[in-house]
């Protein structure tokens, strides 16, 4: 059975009320890529001619921004850290050819450690 791996405490602020920096590891990121298939993108296009929310591209954002938090904690656990501080994301999009649009979500803060 695979040990649990501790969580770690991701904050958007720059430091952690009640807990003190003892150790600053330094940047860490995580980086998430999706596409939506061909249906997806074809009734997207077609949504787009009338307007409207778009569910399917929401869905796809969010669990694009998902992976990206995942791989940003990993990376801090990698390094030793128990927290990241100052998070913030960044996104974008790119084309993959043949009309596949790529979405792309970055993540990245400041690893630390923090204790009570």
């Given at each position: 059975?695979?040990?649990?791996q501790?969580?770690v405490?991701?904050l958007t602020?720059?430091?952690?009320?009640?807990?003190?920096?003892?150790?600053?590891?330094?940047p860490?990121?995580g980086?998430g890529?999706?596409?939506?298939?061909?249906?997806?993108?074809?009734l997207?296009?077609?949504?787009?001619i009338?307007?409207g929310k778009?569910a399917?591209?929401?869905?796809?954002i969010?669990?694009?921004?998902?992976?990206?938090l995942k791989q940003l904690?990993?990376?801090?656990?990698?390094?030793?850290?128990?927290?990241?501080?100052?998070?913030?994301?960044?996104?974008g999009e790119?084309?993959?050819?043949?009309?596949?649009?790529?979405?792309?979500?970055?993540?990245?803060g400041?690893?630390?450690v923090?204790e009570?």
């Amino acid at each position: 059975m695979a040990a649990e791996q501790s969580p770690v405490l991701i904050l958007t602020i720059n430091d952690c009320p009640g807990m003190r920096v003892v150790r600053v590891i330094g940047p860490v990121y995580g980086t998430g890529v999706r596409s939506r298939n061909i249906v997806g993108n074809f009734l997207g296009g077609v949504r787009a001619i009338f307007g409207g929310k778009q569910a399917g591209y929401l869905k796809m954002i969010a669990q694009t921004r998902d992976d990206a938090l995942k791989q940003l904690a990993e990376h801090a656990r990698s390094l030793g850290a128990n927290a990241v501080l100052g998070m913030r994301f960044d996104s974008g999009e790119f084309d993959a050819g043949q009309g596949q649009a790529m979405n792309e979500v970055t993540a990245y803060g400041t690893a630390v450690v923090v204790e009570e």
